[in-house]
């Protein structure tokens, strides 16, 4: 939590479905199915939420649904044959809540006009590393095993540890707990081994080793997933492990859970970056082209945003840090350029360009957008005379000071 937490996921930091899921597996798959219907249209409501507000996590809980209803149907082929009607009213009743809530947010990931039609990156990006299982980052307090010099992904990605002491742990249960903590560690280990993603990274190089995430790569929304993150499933079931260990032997097992617990502690040294930012309340009811442009860069891309946010969203941008696709772009992440924030790239570097660019066409490209007011943020160390020149003359306005910035109004008069 604290990996992804440094790295502003708080769409997995908030990850609830997991033990929702489990919660609801468990009254279908083990105990008396005596409401199938009922049963099947929570777990649709479930998934159905979470379509909304995250599809990765989506993928990740059906695709580990399934993992568990395989493996305890390998564990006990007769229950499950005895089951399989009460299951498919389940099923059915959750296929038709889930329609009906998110079948329409389901189109537009994989059928809408908009939709990416290419990978978002590539899946290797999002490996687990295998080192990290036994080697923690600096996040960890206690780190009995000096961290590689790198691992794959970046610092967000890597909440992997497990840690001697977990793995002492799981063994323990897994020896004394019987069945229910057998079945735990195979969905844990299963989900283990395809967070590694479809090659074997051990400290950021690739070993060749082809793993089995591959064979899922080509699946709609499963093979958008960045393996990684189903580490949040291995940690869940690192936690019904010790929860069955502890429950069945508590004295003996309670030193092991508390230095597996003890190996865990954050260290509290996560870095923060200051998410402060202007707010510009006289542009209320404008559209507004910024500059510097919104983009995906880690660092300063959603200024503007925030910007955005501290006016208390009264005004509406052009930009933004998105998933999709237009008639030029198989996939985007961010808006595309247009002229007039071209122009400003390449402001005060114009000599020796074959053509330099026009303001007639930006002006047309702001107004063909709804753009009523572009707005120039000067940046620390840079000279901002040649911008402020350009968006003069793309708007025709000399610009107003703005709390630090300049507003150049296009089609409509600044609010005062």
Known sequence: MLAHLQAGHLNLVWAVLPPVLLALAHRLFVRDLRRPWLLGALTGLALALQAWLYTQTLAIGVLMLVVLGVVLAAR??????????????????????FAL??????????????RPHGPLRSPEYGSADLANTVAPTWLTVIRPVPAPAEMQGNLGEQGGYLGVAVLVLV????????TAARVAATVGAVAWLLALGPQLFVAAEPTGVPLPWRALQGVPLLGEIEPVRLQVVVTLAVAVLAGLALDRFPRPVALVAILAAASWLPADAQRTTSASAPAFPQLAGQVVETWPRITSDWYGGADPLRAQIASGFGYRVTG???????????????????RYQAGAALAGDWQGLAAPPDPDAATRDLRATGVTVVLVVPQPGRDPAPVLDWTRRVTGSEGVPLDGAWAFPLAATLQR
């Open 101 to 114: 809530i998110a079948g329409y947010a389901i189109y537009l990931v994989l059928a809408g006009p908009a």
């Open 320 to 338: 933004g840090y998105f998933l999709g696709s237009d008639a030029e772009h198989a996939v985007l992440l961010e808006s595309p350029w247009n």
């Open 171 to 178: 063994l323990l249960a897994v020896w004394t707990c019987g």
């Open 76 to 97: 006990h082929p007769g229950r499950a044959a005895d089951r399989v009607p009460g299951l498919l009213k389940a099923g059915t009743a959750c296929v038709v809540v």
